[in-house]
């Protein structure tokens, strides 16, 4: 994939990413209670990914299947009328699949996502940000 097509699909994600970040929590109105979008979250090997914007990455080989929850932002929704997607993880060149994944349904249509320690990326992650 040559770099312009990189940062085309990039630009696409970040643009699809925005709304989700705009609409973060607000109050309701009369009961003080609290809404919130959902994060897009990957569940692969028992740890949580969420994905990470301006990353220049390859996807790899295909590691195995990974799991995107379903997203209950609304607070009133059925558990049993919540569906879970599965997705394919790819091994990003580089990075260790504990660190980030690649998901999506074709190495070159694929997400990048990241384990989070708390609200920090891990150094190798913001190597690949910062581009050093």
């Given at each position: 994939?040559?770099?312009?097509?990189?940062?085309?699909?990039?630009?696409?994600?970040a643009a699809m990413v925005m709304p989700a970040?705009?609409?973060?929590?607000?109050?309701?109105?009369?009961?003080?209670?609290?809404?919130?979008?959902?994060?897009?979250?990957?569940?692969?090997?028992?740890?949580?990914?969420?994905?990470?914007?301006?990353?220049?990455?390859?996807?790899?080989?295909?590691?195995?299947?990974?799991?995107?929850?379903?997203?209950?932002?609304?607070?009133?929704?059925?558990?049993?009328?919540?569906?879970e997607e599965t997705t394919t993880a790819y091994?990003?060149?580089?990075?260790?699949?504990?660190?980030?994944?690649?998901?999506?349904?074709?190495?070159?249509?694929t997400t990048f996502v990241a384990a989070y320690?708390?609200?920090?990326?891990?150094?190798?992650?913001?190597?690949?940000?910062?581009?050093?």
């Amino acid at each position: 994939m040559s770099r312009s097509e990189r940062m085309t699909r990039m630009l696409l994600v970040a643009a699809m990413v925005m709304p989700a970040v705009a609409c973060t929590s607000e109050s309701s109105g009369g009961g003080g209670e609290q809404s919130a979008s959902c994060v897009y979250q990957v569940l692969y090997q028992d740890r949580t990914y969420r994905d990470v914007a301006n990353v220049e990455f390859t996807a790899g080989e295909k590691l195995g299947p990974a799991t995107i929850p379903p997203c209950d932002d609304t607070g009133g929704q059925d558990k049993d009328e919540q569906a879970e997607e599965t997705t394919t993880a790819y091994r990003v060149d580089g990075i260790s699949p504990q660190l980030a994944v690649a998901v999506g349904d074709t190495p070159d249509g694929t997400t990048f996502v990241a384990a989070y320690t708390g609200d920090r990326l891990p150094p190798e992650i913001r190597k690949l940000i910062d581009g050093s």
